[in-house]
Every structure is written in C-alpha cells, then in structure tokens.
C-alpha cells in the first residue's frame, strides 16, 4: 500500500482544468497536499496527460493560484494529479492557506521544508522570501 509523503486536506475549491492545453473543464478539489490532489471532472481519459489547474478561493482571505500538473489516476472519484510546477508565491499562498485550515499548521509547515513539492518557478524570489 501506498504512503503518502503529504498530507491530503478534505477541502473543496473552485477550479477549471485543462488537459494538454486544450478547453477550460469546471473542477473542484475532493482533497489536496502540498504535492497533488483528487480533482472532481466530467472528463473521462485524463490519466497520462499534462494539465493546467487554476484554483482559487472567496472570502477575505482570498486567493488565485495556476498549477501545472499530471494526471497520474482517473477513477469514479476523479482524476488524482501531481503537481509538477507553480509559480513560487502562488506556492507559498498554497502552503499558507493549507496551513490555516488545519489544527497543527507546523505539520504543514514540516512538510513544505522535507519535501516533496512541486518545481518552483522564480525561486530566487522564493528563497529570498523564507530566508
């Protein structure tokens, strides 16, 4: 059996997906990690392939993040995708908010400084920001 190196949260945000750069699909999250999710679709043939997300978020503290990802399952759930790559601050807007949603943010916070997570793009920014 598999184990999880992330923390999947049960939280539902918003979202549009698309597979290999094509059409927009509505989606919604049935759980996520710093490193992937379970995304509701009405697609079928999603394992395999590259993707885009954009989640985001209402209320005050809200927020919008792009995620490119690969769909590494499809069952009647969903489609489980990896993230692969997101810009850094939309990682840290990531990490912050997973961090507020559960009762100990220092697992989340432990989790972001081991690993796994996804490639970040404009890194110097990234490290000079937690350094």
Known sequence: M?????????L???GHLSLDGRQYHP???????LNGGLFRHAL????NRRCTLNLFTA????????????????NDAGCGIKFLS????????????????VLNPHAIHREFLEG????LTDRASFLSAYS
């Open 116 to 119: 796994p997570r996804p490639q």
């Open 27 to 33: 989606t919604e999250t049935r759980d996520i990690s």
């Open 59 to 74: 209320g005050t503290n809200a927020f919008s993040i792009t995620i490119e990802g690969w769909a590494v399952y499809e």
């Open 12 to 14: 539902r945000l918003l």
């Open 2 to 10: 598999e184990k999880r190196k992330n923390m999947r949260l049960p």
């Open 44 to 47: 079928n043939g999603c394992t």
């Open 86 to 101: 997101m810009d850094a601050t939309d990682f840290a807007g990531l990490k912050e908010y997973l961090a507020n949603q």
